[in-house]
């Protein structure tokens, strides 16, 4: 193999390598918002899902909050040896972990009324169900918020919370909240601490918030809106998950969104990873079944749907005297968010989409010529591809072109040069999803992470066309997943990073600056002997990158020529980062987190030319520093 290292070709951009997020598999209830209770506000359709309740205990419906307007009032039991409360089982329990602090909070009137707050195991032989205890008296006739802070002197991953009335009189309750402490940057209605330090550990380019499928909802009423995701917490509506009922054999019917993780939560979670925000918002069209013409918003309803979008760019980038600015600075971020992507639509097929679209753009582009807007191509499974609607992405000239591929290994050995002949004048690509689905083997194992390194290196070579890839979808509860495979699986107290994410952190963390040309007998290296590979110059690093991966099961010998060096020129610190496994259907678990990582060795040149073997099934990235 040949790196030219004096032909510096494109730049890659800076957002290439990037994260998709899409409240699926319990992603964000139950995931990374660290929220631990469920139906917090008791207005889930059937009110106290998630609850038990005991003695006597009524559910209310004119509480404080106008759009959960649901509460619980606990009333004197009427005997001594019976007790009121209620008890939280959590997401799939409540994970606590030992010498942690968890904050609870709650909405509640009452005059002079003692309420017990327990952290308890209910399924215990113990003789105390509760290891944690404290009490909270509250004295307002008016709703207040209270808090109290709860020490857990164990771990349990499946512990529950129980409050019990203990005074004779009545006590109103709403919004009962227990996070931890130490959520991500210790913020209160934050997000858990080690989800978002292993999406900030990829250093990603961009992230793409909030799906998926969930921007265009089961219905228009259930559709994702970003308006309703801002403003105080506990009254951000409640809305269904398109994902609780998708898969049969996955059925969750306690899956909502409380948009407890809203659209500000979303451009601070960018802000914090370094990423570029990429909301999408839906464009008037309902999630797969927009054929039917009742799922299309119709063209002269569209008009709120683009006001929506002008809105949101105000409340990322106007100023604090502008109306939706002020909400933004009003929840704690005067500064704008600096948002500079938009998508509309996600997956989209036939004229309805394009149509829609070009309204959009129309006003978009006269009111916004800053904002990069990005299309969508449709989706694409085996059997099918909606590539058609790259034309009409192209007639519209959006900025970019959101592809999608959930595929096989065929798939994916076959188009590692599928963006060589791509249009240069026409919009640039966002692979905005994609993942190996392994054939017969649709869970994450290593063999997929080597399909998706090798098919990468293709985006990497075409960082001309190719401006955005992120792998989906992100994140997976072992209890609670619809789909597989995902990057990061957890449960309520570990996560696990997956061969795939390695992957992808190996990409952007050696991302480069520009593409250099790389070529076995004069040809890119795309399948030849099952080799995939390419090639980067970091101009800040003052390095040279090369990544291979080798899909064979042979091992390949490999004479990496520098050319263009002048003689005096020195490859230094090499260094060579394997990623590897003894068993292609392998992946780390959360109980056996690193079986597979990157393994870093050094290793030496012979002049300007490395002469190296890759072992079978292997992704390998080499660098030097000139
Ligand atoms: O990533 C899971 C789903 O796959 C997304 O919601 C959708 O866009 C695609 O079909």
Redesign the pocket.
């Known amino acids: 193999m040949v790196v030219q290292t004096n032909k510096p070709g494109a730049e890659i951009q800076p957002t290439m390598y990037g994260l ?1 997020f ?1 409240d ?1 598999n319990y992603g964000a209830d139950g995931g990374l918002y660290a929220e631990l209770v469920k139906n917090r506000s008791f207005e889930f359709p059937q009110r106290f899902m998630g609850w038990t309740i005991f003695g006597n205990v009524t559910l209310m419906d004119d509480g404080p909050f106008e759009r959960n307007p649901h509460y619980v009032r606990l009333g004197n039991s009427g005997h001594r040896e019976k007790h009121t409360g209620i008890e939280n089982e959590g997401f799939f329990g409540i994970g606590v972990k030992e010498g942690a602090g968890y904050r609870f909070s709650v909405w509640a009137r009452g005059e002079n009324q003692k309420l017990r707050i327990e952290l308890i195991r209910n399924d215990t032989m113990e003789e105390r169900q509760a290891f944690e205890s404290k009490e909270l008296t509250v004295n307002s006739k008016e709703w207040k918020q209270y808090e109290v802070i709860l020490k857990s002197p164990r771990t349990e991953p499946k512990a529950h919370l129980r409050i019990f009335l203990e005074s004779p009189g009545t006590v109103d309750l709403e919004h009962v909240s227990l996070f931890p402490v130490d959520t991500w940057k210790e913020r209160k209605n934050g997000l858990r601490k080690d989800l978002v330090q292993a999406l900030y550990d990829i250093k990603p380019g961009v992230f793409r918030f909030p ?4 921007v265009e909802g089961t219905d228009e009423a259930t559709r994702y809106e970003w308006k309703k995701t801002v403003g105080a917490v506990e009254n951000r509506p409640l809305n269904e998950n398109r994902w609780h009922y998708t898969f049969k054999h996955r059925f969750f019917p306690d899956y909502f969104q409380t948009y407890g993780l809203g659209f500000f939560e979303y451009f601070q979670l960018s802000e914090d990873i370094g990423a570029e925000p990429l909301p999408i918002l839906n464009c008037g069209l309902i999630c797969q079944y927009q054929n039917a013409p009742d799922q299309q918003v119709s063209l002269s309803k569209l008009d709120s749907y683009i006001q929506d979008a002008l809105d949101l760019i105000e409340f990322a980038n106007g100023d604090v005297t502008t109306p939706w600015g002020k909400v933004r600075a009003d929840m704690g971020h005067p500064a704008p968010f600096n948002l500079k992507f938009l998508g509309i639509g ?2 989209q097929w036939g004229p309805e989409y394009p149509e829609r679209l070009k309204r959009f753009v129309e006003v978009l582009r006269k009111a916004h010529p800053e904002i990069k807007i990005v299309g969508s191509s449709g ?1 694409q499974s085996e059997g099918k591809d909606f590539d058609y609607l790259w034309p009409e992405m192209k007639n519209l000239k959006v900025d970019l072109v959101d592809e ?1 591929f ?1 595929r096989p290994e065929s798939w994916f050995l076959s188009q590692g040069n599928r963006y060589d002949h791509y249009d240069r004048k026409g919009p640039k690509v966002f692979a905005g ?1 994609y993942a190996c689905h392994g054939k017969g083997k649709k869970w994450n194992h290593f063999n997929a992470a080597l399909m998706e390194a090798a098919f990468m290196t293709g985006l990497e070579r075409n960082a001309d066309v190719v401006h955005m890839a992120t792998y ?2 992100l994140f997976a509860h072992v209890e609670g997943w619809q ?1 597989r495979p995902d990057l990061i699986w957890f449960d309520n107290l570990n996560s696990v990073r997956t061969c795939s994410y390695y992957v992808q952190q190996l990409y952007a963390h050696h991302k480069g600056t520009h593409v250099l040309p790389l070529t076995m007998d004069k040809k890119a290296v795309s399948g030849q002997d099952g080799l995939f590979a390419s090639a980067v110059w970091d101009k800040h690093e003052q390095a040279y990158m090369v990544k291979i991966a080798n899909t064979s099961d042979q091992a390949q010998p490999v004479s990496l020529t520098f050319t263009g060096l002048k003689k005096n020129d020195i490859l230094a610190d090499g260094k060579c980062i394997l990623l590897q496994s003894d068993d292609l259907d392998k992946d780390n678990t959360v109980g056996n987190p690193e079986v597979i990582t990157p393994k870093e060795s050094a290793v030496a040149v012979d002049g300007h030319v490395l002469n190296a073997t890759v072992a079978p099934r292997t992704f390998v990235l080499y660098k030097f520093v000139k």
Do not use: D, L
């Open positions: 998709f899409e699926i799906g998926g499928c969930i996600n997956e989706p999608h959930y999803e989906a979808p789909w």
